[in-house]
């Protein structure tokens, strides 16, 4: 069975990025109110992460006085992937206190990403906590090269970081995901398998971002086949690739037929996380679960939310 959930990207849009405990709590009884069950929460950035743990057993009473659970807990830090070796162990310190609360709030999976690359932005920095409280889908980032610059020491942080997260999220008998970003070191299909193969840990694999990989004009369907076995959780939302927005369902160009009936033949019975940021929040999300459960009764697949 198949169940339907939310991704964070509904409390932030509603609160902005980043936002407070405070606020959190507040959208908890809203999402119940739509109906879903099953949501993520990220720690947006040190600050935020260490308020959800200090306040880890108010953010637990709210989630279940509103019936909600906590599948994926995601840890945003970019100083994970620092090429400085001692900013990236305080990271890995803090990652280890997502952990904690992760397992704590009953998390099955913790999630990472990979950030962009350390190069010269001469616009906005993908992705940047703490510049403005807005968020939003970036495009094609225009960057300059500094002098000097190397690749390899960029994706052996990378590599390296994940395996300790994996190893840090093995002893609690987590899975880690990575998820591919447009703008991001790991961006597509093929770049997540690269670095799957190279972290080489069996509880490491792939969050399907169906949006993302869209926005990078990959085929989704065929992406499902290319990540046959290495994915773990699933964020859906339409996209049409001449711009990164993530829309409700049948609002892009992705077959979602098609889409479900692949993933019916993998037996996938994980979650799937509705990431869309679009204005009209609360129709996009009805639109959506609409739309998968009219697919499921025609493909004859269960979903739940």
């Not at 880690?176 to 070191?185: D, G, I, K």
Request: hydrophobic share 40%; charged share 25%; net charge positive.
């Amino acid at each position: 069975m198949m169940k339907i959930g939310l991704t964070y990207l509904y409390v932030i849009f509603k609160c902005g990025y980043p936002h407070s405990v405070r606020d959190t709590l507040t959208v908890l009884p809203e999402i119940q109110k739509l109906g879903f069950h099953y949501l993520e929460i990220e720690g947006l950035g040190p600050s935020h992460l260490l308020s959800l743990n200090k306040d880890r057993r108010a953010v637990r009473d709210a989630l279940d006085n509103c019936g909600l659970h906590v599948h994926n807990f995601c840890v945003i830090d970019p100083d994970l992937v620092s090429g400085d070796t001692a900013r990236r162990k305080k990271a890995i310190d803090r990652f280890k206190i997502g952990a904690e609360l992760g397992d704590f709030l009953q998390a099955e999976t913790l999630h990472l990403a990979s950030y962009a690359p350390p190069v010269r932005y001469l616009g906005a920095k993908p992705y940047q906590l703490g510049k403005s409280k807005k968020y939003g889908f970036p495009g094609q980032a225009q960057i300059q090269v500094p002098r000097g610059f190397k690749w390899q020491p960029v994706w052996k942080a990378l590599v390296d970081s994940t395996r300790e997260c994996a190893d840090i999220a093995a002893k609690k008998g987590k899975t880690v995901l990575m998820e591919a970003r447009v703008c991001e070191v790991i961006c597509s299909p093929d770049s997540l398998l690269r670095l799957i193969e190279h972290v080489d840990r069996p509880n490491f694999k792939a969050n399907f971002d169906t949006g993302h990989f869209s926005a990078q004009r990959e085929n989704v369907v065929l992406a499902l086949e290319k990540l046959r076995g290495q994915f773990a959780n699933i964020h859906v939302a339409d996209n049409n690739p001449i711009d990164t927005e993530h829309l409700p369902l049948g609002d892009g160009l992705i077959d979602w037929k098609e889409f479900f009936r692949v993933l019916k033949g993998m037996n996938y019975d994980g979650y799937l996380g509705l990431d869309m940021g679009t204005n009209g929040l609360v129709n996009g999300y009805r639109k959506s679960v609409a739309r998968i459960r009219s697919i499921a009764a025609d493909l004859k697949f269960t979903v739940e939310v």
